[in-house]
Nanobody
Framework: QVQLVESGGGLVQPGGSLRLSCAAS????????IGWFRQAPGKEREGVSC????????YYRDSVKGRFTISRDNAKNTMYLQMNSLKPEDTAIYYC????????????????????WGQGTQVTVSS
């Protein structure tokens, strides 16, 4: 069974940090671009950060740039999102996603482009 499973979410105070992990099973991430998306209550799912399969290119939405860092460890078949200086507006369910690619230097910011999705992990930033 092809699966992506997120972990690491939880409750954190403003200014705090959290690291999300996403473990893939049933397929290898070596030739997949990956992305992190989030969805707040009453809002549409939005792209947070993306990275190419070759780790050469990354994307961050403006609101998280400088605070979040996306990474991947293909040997462990796992992707990560390090979140620092968290703000209340970061509160959302965070999802990881993967898309098979031909090129190692491309990524995708549209949620409709992805083949596989995780179940989501809740991140709540509150004092």
């Amino acid at each position: 069974q092809v699966q992506l499973v997120e972990s690491g979410g939880g409750l954190v105070q403003p200014g705090g940090s959290l690291r999300l992990s996403c473990a893939a099973s049933g397929f290898t991430l070596d030739y997949y671009a990956i992305g992190w998306f989030r969805q707040a209550p009453g809002k549409e799912r939005e792209g947070v950060s993306c990275i190419s399969s070759g780790k050469n290119y990354t994307y961050y939405r403006d609101s998280v740039k400088g605070r979040f860092t996306i990474s991947r460890d293909n040997a462990k078949n796992t992707m990560y999102l390090q979140m620092n200086s968290l703000k209340p507006e970061d509160t959302a369910i965070y999802y990881c996603a993967a898309k098979g690619v031909r090129s190692s230097s491309v990524y995708y910011t549209s949620k409709g482009s992805y083949d596989y999705w995780g179940q989501g992990t809740q991140v709540t930033v509150s004092s």
